[in-house]
């Protein structure tokens, strides 16, 4: 398990998590370990989102349904964020133009001074601390998390 001394890596707060009794782990850690349910708390990059249109991130019936990939230095896996923990790990329900700021920011999308995407530009994730629910092998849930502000 990865030491709470490397929490260091943060540049700015980005996340709120509710789980600072659990110790930090990997994203090796998560599989491989062989608890069908456990709590991690990790620092993880975001690099992708599907649905990738942010209208599309809610079903008809308004429950949030994203499966995020996430990266550390040890690995890369899918992790959901689901109905009532999407609605915390969003702050609510958003209009598009907010959430769509919150998505590129997560993703290290290069955006110029006047709000626009610069196409073709490289992608710089922030790292954002978060809890993940294991389920069974590569399944997780994102639990406990909060994008904070237009800071991510």
């Given at each position: ?102 998505l590129n920011k997560l993703l290290g999308v ?27 092998l590569k399944c997780c849930k994102i639990c ?9």
């Amino acid at each position: 398990m990865m030491t709470d001394r490397l929490a260091f890596i943060f540049v700015r707060p980005s996340s709120e998590v509710n789980c600072d009794d659990v110790p930090f782990a990997t994203l090796m850690d998560i599989l491989t370990c062989r608890k069908v349910r456990k709590k991690f708390r990790c620092v993880v990059r975001f690099v992708a989102a599907i649905p990738w249109r942010v209208e599309d991130f809610c079903s008809p019936r308004g429950t949030y349904r994203v499966r995020f990939t996430v990266e550390d230095p040890t690995a890369r896996i899918h992790a959901f964020a689901y109905a009532e923990d999407g609605e915390k790990f969003f702050d609510g329900y958003l209009s598009a133009d907010v959430l769509s700021s919150k998505l590129n920011k997560l993703l290290g999308v290069a955006i110029s001074v006047d709000g626009k995407e610069i196409k073709d530009a490289a992608r710089n994730p922030p790292w954002v601390q978060c809890c993940l629910i294991s389920h069974y092998l590569k399944c997780c849930k994102i639990c406990d998390t909060k994008l904070v502000g237009q800071q991510v």
